[in-house]
């Protein structure tokens, strides 16, 4: 893959939240009084574009300074570290929203910019898939040995640094979990915590090939060991 495939079109996710409230927030001053369920789907649509607003200003504010000294480096671009902390189950607000408002006139949204909106938690997917690939290069980059006659072993090793487990440890040291960006049942499987903190573990590998390329992730393996 050529470095330039990897290069990052910003969304600008942050004003596209803030264009959602203010569409939001003019039907809501459109039917001051109205008691239907309209009215609280309003006030969930706005209390929940809250949410995700308070949630991007930690991370940019409090989890990526952390993250950047932990790892030495800078975060180049911190909407990568933004978008990665997005859930599916993000998606329904704004499949909702972009259903609620699709066909009104002087919208500030464009139909594209909603699809953006609703593609937000399957961009953070490929992000993952970028990380997982570059997790298991840089693993065996740091297993090699010069006796290579028992791939076995050289497995088991990397299949214990690669399992969700192992990475939700890491996921936890970096504080990860706790402030994704989500709206997730209250008592998900301890299977699925694992597995959601894995794919934030190989969400951020996923950015750092991105910005670094792969010298960067065989350097930051090391926390994985």
């Known amino acids: 893959m050529s470095r330039k495939s990897l290069e990052w079109k910003p969304i600008h996710i942050e004003k596209k939240l803030d264009k959602l409230l203010e569409i939001i927030r003019h039907s809501k001053d459109e039917n001051p009084f109205n008691k239907t369920r309209f009215a609280e789907k309003l006030n969930r649509w706005e209390e929940q574009i809250l949410q995700i607003h308070d949630k991007t200003d930690y991370i940019k504010n409090r989890i990526a ?3 950047e000294r932990t790892l030495g480096f800078k975060i180049k671009n911190k909407e990568l570290l933004i978008v990665a902390m997005f859930q599916p189950s993000t998606k329904n607000l704004f499949l909702e929203l972009e259903i609620q408002y699709r066909n ?8 594209d910019e909603f699809v953006t909106l609703i593609s937000v938690s399957e961009i953070a997917k490929v992000f993952a898939l970028l990380g997982d690939a570059a997790i298991s290069m840089g693993v065996l980059y740091r297993l090699w040995q010069n006796n290579l006659d028992d791939v076995g072993q050289l497995t088991q090793k990397k299949a214990e640094i690669v399992s969700n487990q192992h990475m939700a440890d890491l996921c936890d040291r970096w504080q990860l979990y706790e402030h994704r960006i989500h709206f997730d049942p209250a008592t998900p499987s301890k299977s699925e915590i694992e597995h959601d903190k894995g794919t934030l573990i190989e969400a951020i590998y996923g950015i750092i090939q991105m910005e670094y390329g792969f010298p960067k992730v065989r350097e930051s393996i ?3 060991l």
Do not use: A, T, W
């Not at 009104?104 to 139909?111: A, F, Q, T």
């Open 104 to 111: 009104e006139k002087d919208v500030p949204l464009s139909s």
């Open 65 to 67: 300074p952390q993250l």
């Open 222 to 224: 090391k926390h994985l």
